[in-house]
């Protein structure tokens, strides 16, 4: 293969494989160059992955060595992408009764919710992330994203038992919103002893649910290493009962009644 | 920019952006190049992708004209995904009461769920797609995959009235295998009058779900374009009341007594 051809072929391969370790002997055999053409390939390909701000190319050298793609979104993007973000929120047209917020046509859309994926990757890439956990249904697509830039597989907490699922473990948690009494099952074949989680989810308000989750991995004896929302939402009346979380998007002084909304960056870039 | 650094750049910008028209212009302004250089580049990079099995460029000549990059699961690809799969799923230990398939561990692989995406968004890449739907839970990483390659929006259908959704339209119907009444429901603002639709979904037995959504469609006055279901299992007791699918798996003889499950290719590859 040409030098030109192999830029194509080589920078498809690693986006396909974000953070998966490929060695120069694999890259030499499938597109039949040596080991010197590549390392210069590789050179060109880095240069260009951090001009346009999608992340960079990590050497480990050795005998067990290679190139590894480390997708990021760069803090410019990333800060040009959540604005846009809260502009489309501020609509009043999207609150809904009990200080909801109508997200479903932004997380419907793929390119936004790989985007959304792509900065919370970009956060947790030096974790070791071992495995995305996420609770039906809306935090679903998101974990999607950023496990699918990390590399790593994706478990989703159900509230409702399902059938499908096989034996499982279950916890009650109080809602901290609506202060009852509700059930979290993640199936038992799902996680392995010991594994870094990071848990992601849409919409946080005092965070019950996410304390539910950190409760429900304790009996897998998981570690949560991280934890992104998309939005946390204030509640004057509630306390937040999570620390230690990345938001991209905060909202504050909803007023269902005035139809009002105030949209904030959230901690991830900082107080606006 | 040099051509080997428009490669790069170039390749990225159309995986990035499946099913766009790029106009010649807008590369040549974002990268700084002649438009016969532009030209040249894409020629290249749609010979490669073809070589690839990755998809092809469309050209659209004319003033509104561009490039727009539709991705493919070349057919080889495809029966070595599958067969894959089908090797995967038939491990008797998989086998959960009621005929179901424990299937929550690859459907929990962000690269599985990728593959599985693109046979469907190749198969369905004619239809002109303009959502992609389906119903809470296991079939919503699927459509993401499938949407983020035909570049269009994600609709969910759900089993559970939600506050969060705003006004609603609801259902009832009959579940084929439990024969239950159940109610679905869509959020009134998610789908346009006439939208060309695409149905997702992990498993599907007589199909009495996907009946329902096809009813609940109907009150959106929604096309059904295409129905794509990973798996589909005969039901001897239960005749199918959904034609015209596409199911990249099939299983019959499920018994769960004695353990045993027979695991073949859906009729996307044909039976084998």
Chains 1, 2 share one sequence.
Request: with cysteine; net charge positive; aromatic share 6%.
């Amino acid at each position: 293969m040409k030098r030109s051809d192999r830029l194509v072929a080589i920078t498809n391969y690693l986006i396909e494989n974000p953070m998966k370790l490929v060695s120069l002997p694999f890259f030499s055999t499938t597109y039949d160059a040596a080991k010197s053409s590549i390392s210069e390939d590789l050179t060109i390909v880095n240069k260009v992955f951090k001009q346009e701000g999608m992340g960079y190319l990590k050497s480990i050298s050795g005998a067990a060595g290679g190139v590894k793609y480390i997708p990021e979104h760069s803090l410019d993007n990333s800060k040009k992408f959540i604005d846009d973000l809260c502009k489309r929120l501020e609509d009043p047209s999207r609150l809904l009764p009990g200080g909801y917020l109508f997200m479903s046509d932004l997380l419907g859309e793929p390119s936004t919710v790989r985007n959304i994926g792509k900065i919370f990757a970009s956060e947790f890439s030096k974790l070791e992330i071992d495995v995305v956990v996420t609770v039906a249904t809306k935090g679903i697509p998101l974990a999607y994203a950023v496990a699918s830039f990390l590399n790593v597989p994706v478990v989703i907490v159900r509230r409702d038992p399902k059938v499908t699922e096989g034996s499982t473990v279950s916890i009650n948690y109080v809602s901290g919103s609506s202060r009852k009494i509700q059930t979290m099952i993640l199936p038992k074949r799902s996680l392995h002893e010991g594994a870094k989680v990071c848990i992601i989810d849409d919409f946080m308000m005092a965070g019950g649910t996410i304390n539910g989750m950190k409760d429900l991995l304790k009996e897998f004896n998981a570690q949560v290493k991280a934890i992104g929302v998309l939005v946390e939402a204030e509640d004057e009346e509630e306390e937040r009962v999570v620390d230690n979380y990345t938001s991209l998007i905060q909202i504050s002084n909803v007023n269902v009644k005035n139809n009002k909304i105030k949209v904030n960056k959230g901690n991830f870039l900082g107080k606006s």
